[in-house]
Structures are given as structure tokens and as C-alpha cells.
């Protein structure tokens, strides 16, 4: 099959397109026929091995998981013995375990979904990561309510823009935070108020917030933590802290230390994918309240390019990879 494989960590000219063998699906996993996959940071994380303690995990020379991408949207083609539910032929979405930046991968079932009819595969294959994190964000750690004030800094990436109208299917009153080309787009998702950051610091305005959910991290924490309304919460949820050491690791943990001692700052998360968060979103877009939106698409033989498109931070929406069809 073909694929996108790295043998060492790097930039994206580390990225080759190369005929490698087909995996085979475990016990309790599917293999997918990928249509469809998406990259996020985590991708350009692990592509460039930074920042480096998490190479305790990923590899301490080289990358465990060779092949990029871990949003898919495909059909299943083979089952292994203990797995129900899902059979051959079935249009699915999820989270792959091997790398989607290929021809075929394996998918744990925890991690699945069948596509409902109604949703495109790119349209599905931009949900998993940013969706769920998005959820995890709003919904689950920042518990938002109806009628409470909610800012997101970093509004219109592939996270934002779930998060912004989520916060608004929840009946929260939005204020989306992003650069002039994006203030439109907010606007469709559905903010009630945009703040151009080129125009505007939302720390230094008189506005406070029962959520701030920081997409973006270019502020110290404590000076975020300035618009947090009394009983509120900040979130912060960034990796593209500086450091080649620490980077975001860094930020989270200094963020966690200081939850256990002030109360507006919430406690960071680190957001798993799991196949009931997708069959929650799935019924936000049922209900009309929440539709992904596709930034860019790119075939399987420019992931170097896609990569290095959203390595710059200013995705409008998913970076989408088309792979097979
Ligand atoms: N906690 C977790 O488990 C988890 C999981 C996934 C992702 N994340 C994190 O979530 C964050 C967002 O990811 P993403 O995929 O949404 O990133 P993205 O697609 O690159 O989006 C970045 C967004 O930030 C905006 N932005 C850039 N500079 C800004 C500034 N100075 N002020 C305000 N907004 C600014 C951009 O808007 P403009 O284009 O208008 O500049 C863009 O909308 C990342 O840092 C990622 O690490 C966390």
C-alpha cells in the first residue's frame, strides 16, 4: 500500500511517500480503507520529535509510529475475530492507531464510529481530534452553561471553531478571538462578539469571562487569568508554548501546579478520543448546531506541504489529507 512514512524525526522534507506492506488488524481492531485523513499540531509534534520529552514516549532516537495523521474517515475492510458491530464495507470515521497518512490502517473499536449518510467523509474526517478536544474544552472541563460568558482565544483552527459553537449550542454567550482574515468566519460560527487580535488585547479590556479557553497560549497565564469574572475559569489548552525541551509540557504543567492553589485556573487536559464523544458531536451537527469546516485539502503526496501549512497557526478550520477514494 502506499503511504507516508518518516524514519527519523525532523521537518517535513522527512515526510516520503513509499509502497510499504499493509498492516493487519489485531484481535479486537478494524482495518480501515482510509479515504479521508486530517492533521493537527500533535501530527507536526511527533513528525518533529519536539519537544523532546515527549520523545520518552514517541521514540527516544526515532518515531515509534512511523506514518503521520491520526483522524481518518474510510470503509472498513477486514474485522478482527472478536470485534462486533462493525463489518466489512461499513463507512466509518475515528482515531487510527497505526498513522491515517495511508492507503490502510488498524482502528481500535473504542476509538470508531460509523459515518452517518448526511456527513461527507471530509466533513467527518475533520471531527475526531479537534472535535473531541473541543468538547473536552467547553463541555467537560469548562462545564459552560447556559447564559454564561465564554471566550475563546484561537477561535477559527481546528479546535475553535468546534469550541465556539459548541459554547453556543450550550447557550453561552461567545466572544471569539482571531486575526482579521478569520472575523468573518467567526461570525458564521456563530460568535456573538469578535475581537481582531491585531486590533484588540482581550487582557487588557474591561470584559470578564466565566470560561477563557486559550487556544493559542502568546500570554503569560496570570495575565489571561485577569479576565477570568469571579467563580470563572481558565483553560488553557495550547502546545505551541516555545522550548525545545518542555515546550507546551511545560506550560501544562506550570498550569496544573498553580489549578491546586488558584481557583481560576482550571486544571489542564489532555484529550483522548473515544467513540461516545464522537456520537455526542455527531448529535450536535444532527440538531444543526455545529458543521466542521475544511481549510485546505491536500493529496497523500503533499502531506510535507500540508504540514508545513498548519505549522504556520493559522488554519481556518481542518487541514484535510485525501488519500484514497
Ligand atoms: N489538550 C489537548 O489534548 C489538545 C488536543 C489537540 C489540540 N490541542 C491544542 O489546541 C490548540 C489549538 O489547536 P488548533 O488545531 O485549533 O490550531 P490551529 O488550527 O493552528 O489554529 C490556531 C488558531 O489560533 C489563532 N491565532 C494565532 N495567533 C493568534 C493570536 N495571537 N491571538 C489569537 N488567536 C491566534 C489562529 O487564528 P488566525 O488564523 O486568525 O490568526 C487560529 O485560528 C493547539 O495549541 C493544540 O496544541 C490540545
Redesign the pocket.
Known sequence: MKAVVQDEYGSPDVLELRDIEKPVPKDDEVLVRVEKAAL???DLMLMKGEPYIMRLGAGLRRPKKRIPGFDFAGRVEAVGKEVRGFQTGDEVFGETNGGSCAEYSVVPTDKLVHKPGGLSAEEAVAIP??GV?AL??IRDAGKVEAGDKVLI????????MYAVQIAKALGAEVTA??????VELAKQLGADHVID?TQDDFTKGEARYDLILD????RPLAEVRNSVAEGGVLIS????SKGRWFG?VGRMMQAGIISMFVKAQGR????QVKSQDMVDLIAFIDAGELRPIIDRTYPLAEVAEAMRY?S?????G?TVIAVGD
Do not use: E, L, M, W
Not at 487556544?215 to 502568546?218: G, L, S
Not at 489548552?237 to 505551541?240: F, G, K, L, T
Open positions: 493537527h499540531i500533535g481530534v479537534s478536544t473536552r474544552g482565544n484561537g477561535a477559527t483552527g481546528g479546535v475553535g478571538v482571531c486575526g482579521p482574515s478569520n487580535y487556544n493559542v497560549a502568546n489548552n495550547s502546545a505551541r507546551a489542564p487536559f489532555y484529550s498548519i504556520g497557526g493559522h488554519a481556518s481542518k
